[in-house]
């Protein structure tokens, strides 16, 4: 299963790897999460737990209906759009998908950034967990903004509330269409 290694770290289940970064040279505003969730993992993509918002959320921002397309056409949207993806946790010990399960967290570093990305601008933060990061993110000269997470595990606000302000976060970043 990708995403697994057969190292064990205290007894607490197996050592989880991050999926690689999705960015370009052009990534104007890249999305960092926590880390992949159980389904996330096991298909290999960003956000597939099929409750999860974000692809919905990131559709209807960018005029086409994500959640309804392959991974690689969500994905090249995304990089057309000149938005990347990443998650703030290289590997972890986490027994099933919930951010306050992860134990024995390795960071990616995110100061390479800057050389994989050197058009970024800014970085939104999916959720809590990832926003512990942003300090970091801020001291490379990068704007970082924390967003409500597009997880089903977060219901404290509804699917409108977090539109808008992504929305919000994307227009700053200068990431969405123009409207003719």
Not at 56 to 77: A, N, T, V
Not at 143 to 170: D, F, I, M, Q, V
Request: proline letters at 7%; a positive charge; hydrophobic letters at 40%.
């Amino acid at each position: 299963m990708p995403g697994n290694s057969a190292a064990r770290r205290s007894g607490a289940g197996p050592v989880l790897t991050s999926l690689p970064p999705v960015l370009r040279a052009n990534t104007r505003l890249l999305i960092l999460g926590s880390f992949p969730s159980v389904a996330s993992l096991q298909a290999g993509q960003y956000y597939a737990h099929p409750r999860n918002q974000f692809w919905r959320i990131l559709g209807d921002l960018l005029g086409s209906p994500l959640h309804e397309r392959d991974y690689s056409e969500r994905i090249g949207c995304l990089l057309e759009h000149r938005i990347g993806l990443w998650d703030v946790y290289a590997s972890c010990v986490r027994p099933g998908s919930l951010d306050s399960s992860i134990r024995d967290a390795v960071p990616n570093d995110l100061g390479t950034l800057l050389r994989q990305a050197p058009e970024l601008r800014m970085v939104v933060h999916n959720g809590a967990e990832s926003a512990r990061r942003m300090r970091e993110v801020q001291a490379l000269g990068i704007r970082a903004r924390r967003l409500p997470s597009t997880s089903p595990a977060n219901a404290r606000l509804g699917y409108h509330s977090k539109c808008s302000l992504w929305r919000e976060a994307l227009d700053a970043a200068g990431v969405l269409p123009r409207e003719s």
